[in-house]
């Protein structure tokens, strides 16, 4: 089973039909004055409906919630080459 990791997060999500689970990073004005970031798990419909969003103070932790709420979903590396041109992976 693919999974999402601390080597892969920024380029890799989960995939069910219409919905897709991926992990960012963001900040607050606590984290930041503790010089620190947060971490989503973020659910979308589609590109601009969020139907969930969760938040975690470490990357691991969200990498493993993200694994086990969303791990039997379709695994997606958005670095490897789709069909269509050859020096565009947009697709």
């Not at 219409?18 to 989503?40: K, Q, V």
């Amino acid at each position: 089973m693919q999974s999402i990791n601390l080597e892969n997060w920024t380029y890799t999500r989960f995939e069910n039909g219409p919905y897709r689970s991926f992990i960012s990073m963001g900040a607050d004005l606590d984290s930041l004055s503790n010089d620190g970031f947060l971490y989503y798990v973020t659910v979308m419909n589609g590109e601009e409906i969020e139907v969930m969003q969760k938040t975690f103070t470490t990357l691991t932790e969200a990498c493993l919630y993200a694994n086990e709420h969303y791990g039997d979903w379709s695994w997606m590396d958005l670095t490897a080459k789709k069909e269509g041109c050859s020096t565009c992976i947009a697709h």
